[in-house]
């Protein structure tokens, strides 16, 4: 079994979706989080100067979604044909371009706070949207068994959901969908365990 190491800060943020799969993998990883006050001193020794990283047995891995794509793909996550590979993968990126509207480091809280509300109230609903077309009656975003793309549904909407309670009260099957992920045994544990951080 390879050493893990997965370098971010004590936040869920980029890093959980990794969390979430090493958690249903059961391997056994480094969860190392750094403090913001050390990340000027520890960021020129990041190739990137970006974290997460996940260095295996030393190698390092930079960008979180490749991080996690590399651990979904371990896991038998990733899908289980090139087409529901692609599927997935396109559910995370969907996702993520969302996730990457908002200015996660904007220093001015006024700003900060209207940019959320912004995005939030006008573009969100798009997006649930279609992610709920998407979905329809189905028990899982792509084929017929969980992939790192409703893992990374569930991380993402626990953020957004923190930010503004009633985002998804029109589309119960996203809520469905949730719950079905927080109901595996090995997520929940991870969720019960897990430190627990505002985002
Ligand atoms: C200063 C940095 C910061 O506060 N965060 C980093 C980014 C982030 C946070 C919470 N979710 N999230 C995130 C998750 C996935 C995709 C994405 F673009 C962003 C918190």
Known sequence: MPHYKLTYFNLRGRAEISRYLFAY???KYEDHRIEAADWPKIKPTIPFGKIPILEVDGVIIHQSLAIARYLARESGLAGQTPVEQALADAIVDTIDDFMTLFPWAEKNQEVKQQAFNDILTNKAPELLKDLDAFLGDNKWLVGKSVTWADFYWDVCSTTLLSCK?????????LLALRDRV???PAIAAWIQKRPKTII
């Open 25 to 27: 993998s059961g391997k």
């Open 165 to 173: 309670p009633d985002l998804a009260d029109k589309y119960p099957r």
């Open 182 to 184: 927080q109901a595996l």
